[in-house]
């Protein structure tokens, strides 16, 4: 199976900051990575698509970015309503479906 | 826009089967598109897929879990369930069940707490 890592595990920013989170594949899965926003109590929600591509509803200060094993969700001005779990998934082999671990955001 | 929810026994004790049931509402279950998903989050957050159905009754397991899990659709009720036998501590999870395609999950229900005790 293919394995997610996210990095860091949680991380510390101020409103308007720019953050960045990163998650590796254990190989290639091309562009076929996905990302998630879970806010405390709330199921996961599907934030960006095939690496790259927003969600219907998605505010645009969160993009994507990667290919291959290397990928990186970016929000270009950290929001109060910000503050969640970030989960990446890969879809390139599939099943199994396989999450990272998280990156926690808190606001400073 | 369509809605799951999961229903079942919050409390499930050792070596026992796990039951829950996923109702959807506000979209057909009886679509070549979608599959029916069930994944679990244990409580320190790390999120584990555990199988999806089609509506014809295809399925699919984690491997891990394979031995144990039935995923079962009554598309009649617009439902699916899950089964997970022989529990331990270490099935004490947020239990969610979702809506997918392509190898994403798009739709989720809000998440069930199923905790495995005597």
């Known amino acids: 199976d293919i394995q997610m890592t996210q990095s860091p595990s949680s991380l510390s920013a101020s409103v308007g900051d720019r953050v960045t989170l990163t998650c590796r594949a254990s190989?290639?899965?091309?562009?076929?990575l996905n990302w998630y926003q879970q806010k405390p109590g709330k199921a996961p929600n599907l934030l960006i698509y095939g690496a790259s591509n927003l969600q219907s509803g998605v505010p645009s200060r969160f993009s994507g970015s990667g290919s291959g094993t290397d990928f990186t969700l970016t929000i270009s001005s950290l929001r109060p309503e910000d503050s969640a779990t970030y989960f990446c998934q890969q879809s390139y082999t599939t099943p199994p479906l396989t999450f990272g671990g998280g990156t926690k955001v808190e606001i400073k | 826009q369509v809605q799951l929810q999961e229903s079942g026994p919050g409390l499930v004790k050792p070596s026992q089967t796990l039951s829950l049931t996923c109702s959807v509402s506000?979209?057909?279950?009886?679509?070549?598109?979608?599959?029916w998903s069930w994944i679990r989050q244990y409580p320190g957050k790390a999120l584990e897929w555990i199988g999806y159905?089609?509506?014809?009754?295809?399925?699919y397991y984690n491997p891990s879990l394979k031995s144990r899990v039935t995923i079962s659709v009554d598309t009649s009720k617009s439902q699916f369930s899950l089964k997970l036998s022989s529990v331990t501590a270490a099935d004490t999870a947020v239990y969610y069940c979702?809506?997918?395609?392509?190898?994403?999950?798009?739709?989720w229900g809000q998440g069930t707490l199923v905790t495995v005790s005597s």
């Open positions: 159905i089609y509506y014809s009754g295809n399925t």
């Open positions: 506000g979209d057909s279950i009886s679509s070549d598109n979608y599959y």
């Open positions: 190989q290639s899965i091309y562009s076929y």
């Open positions: 979702a809506r997918g395609y392509s190898g994403l999950v798009q739709s």
